[in-house]
């Protein structure tokens, strides 16, 4: 955005216009969609805390692994068996949390960014056509 002056302020914000009412459109309608089902409500007013509770537990998964190794001069470093299954019921809850906060971008904003490459790849499809029509009749010339 070019913000020397309001005139190119407001040039800017006209010819975007068309991209932010889309934008608006699609975030009313998921707003709206959240408020009737309370389980996404739930879900993606939360995410901050999805996030930190995922790093959290990222954490205590690379502590529980590091602190499991035997510290005793022994040849033997492998891993304890009884906190095998500990580091793979919290890394299960990691994955989950992950999807969580992946299914939460992902409509958030896919949508609107496979729009948006929709739309440039259908114009980039009638250039290349535009282009191809008029090498054939510079030919024919």
Request: hydrophobic share 50%.
């Given at each position: 955005m070019n913000r020397i002056s309001a005139?190119?302020?407001c040039d800017y914000l006209l010819k975007e216009a068309d991209k932010f009412i889309e934008i608006i459109?699609?975030?009313y309608w998921l707003k709206r969609?959240?408020?009737r089902v309370k389980i996404l409500n739930l879900l993606t007013h939360n995410v901050a805390?999805?996030?930190d509770t995922s790093f959290i537990l990222?954490?205590?998964i690379n502590l529980m692994v590091f602190f499991s190794y035997k510290r005793d001069d022994d040849?033997?470093?492998g891993f304890y068996s009884d906190l095998d299954t500990e580091v793979r019921s919290v890394g299960s809850i990691l994955i989950v949390l992950s999807l969580i906060i992946v299914a939460i971008f992902l409509l958030n904003n896919a949508p609107?960014?496979?729009k948006k490459a929709w739309t440039g790849a259908v114009?980039?499809?009638f250039l290349m056509f535009y282009l191809m029509s008029f090498n054939k009749s510079q030919k024919t010339i």
């Open positions: 005139k190119t302020k459109k699609y975030e969609l959240f408020d805390l999805w996030k990222a954490i205590v040849t033997d470093l609107l960014l496979i114009k980039t499809f």
